[in-house]
T-cell receptor
């Protein structure tokens, strides 16, 4: 069984500052993947970043990076130089390599203040 | 670049009515998925189709049926709509052979209200 927990229902950050969104997970899979998706008010689900569990190196995509702590089952998202367009709901998600079930957390609503 | 296309975008039904949500992808993906998103909750998997000709239940399948019509299309049917099925429905697709192999690409969602 897979579970994903996002303990911060809401976060806020000043424009140009850095913010970290938390996520913890649990899975029985030995081979699994972790994702952060962004959902702006337009309702689209946009992939932000992806991490393979077998890779020790933390994934980065421009201003977005993760801190993947496998032993602690923690997968936090860091957004650097926050922009107004980063304001959205952010979902952490987990899937096992051998199954098709993508399990989502309940989301963190990020507000970016000018 | 259409990606994943869902129709309709909005729909209002009366309790007991039936309807089919349509989904089509043009990325030649093997796998397709239907999710529902309720306030305060993340997306929950209703049904998925790992490949053309196969379908399987996800986390919340009760009250729904699906059809993988061909590789491109995956429809979701509500036979007798209930107010508890008021939600936003997302279709997604992915390449590879499992949810983890490739990221899922999502449609824009269908907002369904059942009175």
């Amino acid at each position: 069984a897979q579970t994903v927990t996002q303990s911060q229902p809401e976060m806020s950050v000043q424009e140009a500052e850095t913010v970290t969104l938390s996520c913890t997970y649990d899975t029985s899979e030995s081979d699994y993947y972790l994702f952060w998706y962004k959902q702006p008010p337009s309702r689209q689900m946009i992939l932000v970043i992806r991490q393979e569990a077998y890779k020790q190196q933390n994934a980065t995509e421009n201003r977005f990076s993760v801190n993947f702590q496998k032993a602690a089952k923690s997968f936090s998202l860091k957004i650097s130089d926050s922009q107004l367009g980063d304001a959205a709901m952010y979902f952490c998600a987990n899937s096992g390599g051998s199954n098709y079930k993508l399990t989502f957390g309940k989301g963190t609503l990020l507000t970016v203040n000018p | 670049n259409a990606g994943v296309t869902q129709t309709p975008k909005f729909q209002v039904l009366k309790t007991g009515q039936s309807m089919t949500l349509q989904c089509a992808q043009d990325m030649n993906h093997n796998s397709m998925y239907w999710y529902r998103q309720d306030p305060g909750m993340g997306l929950r998997l209703i049904y998925y189709s790992a490949s053309e000709g196969t379908t399987d239940k996800g986390e919340v399948p009760n009250g729904y049926n699906v059809s993988r019509l061909n590789k491109r299309e995956f429809s979701l049917r509500l036979e007798s709509a209930a107010p508890s099925q008021t939600s936003v429905y997302f279709c997604a697709s992915s390449g590879g052979t499992g949810a983890g192999n490739q990221p899922q690409h999502f449609g824009d969602g269908t907002r369904l209200s059942i009175l």
